[in-house]
């Protein structure tokens, strides 16, 4: 039996599990010898030295003996510097100089002098620690706040070893950490506000639908004309994020250690907008070793906007293909295949040709037919289908950028969003979600609906998910206006932001 155990968890895509860390020391051995087994990476195996200086700069010594530290399971890849904390308490217990952890899950990584340095996935091992039935997790204080989102398992943020050791030793001493309050509804505020977009009501009309029905977006249109603009002032008329989103959400967050210092609980939906020289696993995940998520997973239940949308390397947007299909993505190893989320909405801009001005009434475009096709077919068929409104934002006229009247707000907008989706809501998923057996109930058609979406259908082509995302946009509009029942007007709206399907890709 070994001399002491502690018990720590490792992060393996969102979710963590259990990991005991098992200390024995010999005496006929030496104190340079210092074994770790069990799949340590390189940070693991390198705790020793942290290890050894840490107790020796916190008063506590070093065993004048061989030290053997068994990672179990001994079949799972053990990542990151989180278990030196459990393995040092495992030495001074294995040494006399530390009670029993009875109970308690234990995980950070130490510096030299003995402090305790954050770690990443903090709110995922004190939901494993709640699944295990454990009295109480010790995480660094950095990470406090983030662990005690978790109700049922109390938390113990310290930031040295001593207290680590006395905590064990007199656990009343000791006051559990309390959650950061999540930031409130006003924080929207700081979000740019629709408000300061001239013109462009049509897009204004279409983003409201996006947001609404949580559907994905291309607009394509000349330098200048707003897109970027329209983009980045989506995120303020998003509802905030549901307690189930804000948690699964903070998960991916924190442990792609995106979370922002002290912070607990999520609650404004992310925007994430990376470079078009993004690789591929920086846009859906991966990596060396354990998988870490990419930009798609860290945009879950918010918005990825992906602008200039043909420069991204071809193979990289196909990636897109089954986040956009099945809301997750699966990345799968030779050791693993691990599952991230990944339901978010796309928001995609870019310009009608490689200098921009293709259809441009004002300026002439210099790219020829052959070059104008070359650049839209880097957005494949398969992938432009996944996409629900195709809209064209054209040039702002003068009069309209220099008009004194402004539009609406981006608060007024998100009413009605919030309204339409708590509707949504009581059914049981957002409107880009409904599932094909519910398909037909729940976007049930009129005979002058029938003929809106038949002529559509066959007049430009649609294929069969293209026919359901038309069917689901209509169901948008409808709730959005407050009806019941899918008519033909909803239909002909939902028709209108597919006309990029006819106007460029025929």
Not at 80 to 102: E, Q, R, W, Y
Not at 385 to 393: A, N, P
Not at 398 to 421: H, N, P, T
Request: with cysteine; charged share 20%; net charge positive.
């Amino acid at each position: 039996m070994p001399l002491f155990c502690t018990r720590s968890a490792a992060v393996y895509g969102i979710d963590a599990h259990l990991i005991d860390v098992e200390v024995d020391l010999y005496a006929s051995g030496s104190a340079k010898d210092f074994i770790t087994v069990g799949m340590p990476d390189t940070a693991v195996r390198e705790s020793r030295e942290r290890i050894k200086s840490a107790l020796l700069n916190s008063g506590f010594g070093y065993p004048n003996k061989a030290v053997t530290i068994n990672l179990a399971p001994a079949n799972v890849r053990k990542e990151g510097a989180g278990f030196d904390l459990p393995m040092a308490v495992g030495i001074l217990g294995a040494m006399g100089m530390a009670s029993k952890t009875n109970g308690r899950l234990l995980v950070g990584e130490l510096s030299l002098d003995g402090g305790i340095r954050p770690i990443r996935g903090a709110l995922s091992i004190a939901a494993c620690a709640r699944q295990h039935r454990m009295d109480s997790v010790v995480v660094p204080a950095e990470n406090a706040a983030e662990a005690a989102v978790v109700e049922g398992v109390r938390v113990f943020g310290v930031r040295h070893i001593s207290e680590v050791v006395a905590l064990l030793e007199n656990p009343g001493r000791f006051t559990a950490a309390s959650p950061a309050p999540a930031a409130g509804p006003e924080a929207v505020s700081v979000t740019p506000d629709f408000l300061e977009v001239r013109g462009q009501g049509t897009a204004k009309r279409a983003l409201e639908v996006a947001a609404a029905g949580v559907h994905n977006v291309l607009m394509i249109g000349p330098p200048g004309s707003g897109k970027t603009m329209l983009a980045k002032r989506l995120a303020g008329i998003l509802p905030p994020l549901t307690l189930e989103e804000a948690i699964e959400t903070t998960k991916v967050h924190s442990v792609a250690g995106c979370l922002p210092k002290g912070a607990g609980l999520l609650s404004g939906r992310p925007f994430r907008a990376p470079h078009h020289t993004v690789s591929d696993a920086g846009l859906i995940g991966g990596g060396m070793g354990i998988p870490r998520p990419g930009e798609a997973s860290l945009a879950n239940h918010g918005v990825l906007f992906l602008d200039e949308f043909p420069e991204f390397p071809r193979h990289v947007l196909e990636l897109l293909r089954q986040p956009l299909e099945d809301g997750s993505v699966t990345i799968a190893r030779s050791s693993m295949t691990l599952s991230f989320p990944a339901s978010f909405m796309l928001i995609a801009a870019m310009n009608p040709c490689p200098c921009g001005f293709h259809g441009d009434t004002t300026r002439e475009c210099r790219c020829t037919g052959g070059i104008i096709q070359r650049y839209l077919s880097k957005i494949s068929g398969p992938l432009l289908d996944r996409i629900d409104l195709h809209i064209e934002v054209p040039a702002v006229p003068y009069k309209e950028l220099r008009a004194r009247e402004a539009g609406e707000s981006s608060a007024d907008i998100r009413r009605r969003v919030e309204r339409a989706r708590a509707v949504q809501q009581a059914r049981g998923f957002y409107n880009s979600r409904i599932p094909s057996r519910l398909l037909r109930k729940l976007c049930e058609l009129d005979d002058a609906g029938e003929r809106t979406l038949e002529m559509a259908v066959r007049r430009m082509g649609l294929s069969a998910r293209a026919h359901d995302r038309l069917l689901k946009v209509s169901r948008t509009i409808a709730d959005l206006g407050g009806s019941e029942a899918v008519t033909a007007k909803h239909v002909a709206e939902a028709v209108q932001y597919r006309s990029l399907d006819r106007n460029y890709w025929s």
